[in-house]
């Protein structure tokens, strides 16, 4: 696994994230190689906000990102399927209330 | 007198910056890493967009000069553009330091001349912000956060390399060795230069000097590298008198507008 993250060069990959200027949390935006946190910084910068998209970076080395597994995704998700009562949508709102 | 020396200053500026812009360039699709290709080109493409402000006021300057004496604008002779300074002019008419002309060699020659020039770029146009030719002033201030990223990049890019395994410091001395005795001729005032210090509009090049030493003590000694002595310097870009690898550059950037004069796509 942690061969695969790293290319040719031993360069190993970076989660990139970006807060633009309108936008309050960092969104996950892609992946580059580089040899330190300074330069993966660097290199978001070159790669990611060419075009004026960022103000803020964020960078996480890859390996340490832990994910769900696909194959559980049958018992992790579908329970919540049939239970419409977690959704507050049982609740009659009195006139006055706007914007709901 | 001055506004003769103003053009040629001008054109010293724009083809410093088009000129090492153009041999960045050509790391483009060969860069070691993508996203270290992505880098280069986008500082190639800061520094030609520099050149690019510098030409259309020089333009500017010689149609004015040009309307001035009606009489010396030749028959058929036609108005100076950003283009027709760009790829028209011969390799005697640039007037860019030997410096950025020289080819690009591996990555660690490319960037330590990025080094050098951006850290004499970095001072130079926070000088020139302050001087008294507006234009030029303001040319300098958008640039200088440009090329205060250049300065960045490539200074943590010696330290890397200077400081890295046993082949790279190896190859830093060998581009050091290549590179160190073109950068006397920054600081080395043409004539142009001398006659608009005294007028306020030209950096004073002797001033600027111990800034940009500084600078690059300080990154030497954090990349393990040690200046040579001053010694013998070679100059004559500023004046037109270019090292052979000027020529092979332009035979490739105006190859196109000299067989297809104002081609456009």
């Known amino acids: 696994m942690e061969k695969n993250q790293n290319n040719e060069r031993g360069w190993p990959l970076w989660e990139i994230f970006i807060r633009s200027k309108q936008g309050l949390d960092h969104k996950h935006v892609g992946s580059l190689h580089a040899a330190d946190a300074a ?3 660097e290199n978001a910068r070159d790669v990611y906000t060419r075009r004026m998209e960022g103000v803020s970076i964020w960078v996480v080395e890859s390996k340490y990102v832990h994910a769900s597994n696909p194959d559980e995704a049958a018992s992790f998700y579908d329970p919540a399927n049939d239970k419409v009562y977690r959704h507050p949508t049982f609740y009659d709102l009195p006139d006055e209330l706007k914007h709901m | 007198m001055i506004k003769d020396s103003l053009i040629d200053y001008t054109l010293h500026l724009a083809d410093n910056a088009l000129v090492l812009g153009h041999r960045n360039s050509e790391w483009t699709g060969h860069g070691p890493i993508l996203e270290q290709d992505i880098a280069l080109s986008n ?10 402000y510098l030409y259309q006021y020089a333009a500017r300057l010689l149609n004015d000069r040009a309307a001035d004496r009606v009489t010396s604008l030749a028959p058929g002779a036609r108005e100076a553009t950003e283009d027709s300074l760009a790829y028209h002019r011969d390799g005697w008419d640039f007037k860019n330091c030997l410096l950025v002309e020289q080819n690009n060699g591996d990555w660690g020659k ?3 001349r990025q080094f050098f020039f951006s850290a004499y770029q970095y001072f130079f146009y926070q000088q020139l912000a302050e001087r008294k030719d507006r234009e030029l002033a303001a040319i300098a201030e958008k640039s200088v956060k440009e090329v205060s990223y250049h300065l960045r990049w490539s200074s943590e890019w010696v330290i890397r390399l200077g400081d890295g395994t046993e082949e790279s410091h190896r190859r830093m001395n ?4 290549q590179l160190w005795r073109l950068t006397g001729e920054l600081f080395t005032p043409s004539s142009y230069e001398k006659t608009l210090v005294a007028e306020g509009i030209a950096v004073d090049l002797v001033a600027l000097q111990p800034l940009w030493e500084q600078r690059v003590a300080d990154v030497f000694r954090q990349a393990g590298l040690t200046e040579p002595a001053r010694g013998w310097q070679q100059t004559g870009g500023k004046e037109g008198k270019h090292t052979e690898h000027l020529g092979y550059l332009l035979a490739e950037m105006q190859f196109l507008q000299r067989a297809y004069p104002d081609n456009e796509w």
Request: no cysteine.
């Open chain 2, 43 to 52: 500082i190639a493409l800061d520094l030609i967009g520099q050149a690019r």
């Open chain 2, 110 to 112: 490319t960037i330590l």
């Open chain 1, 39 to 41: 330069m993966a910084i």
């Open chain 2, 174 to 177: 060998d581009a050091l060795d």
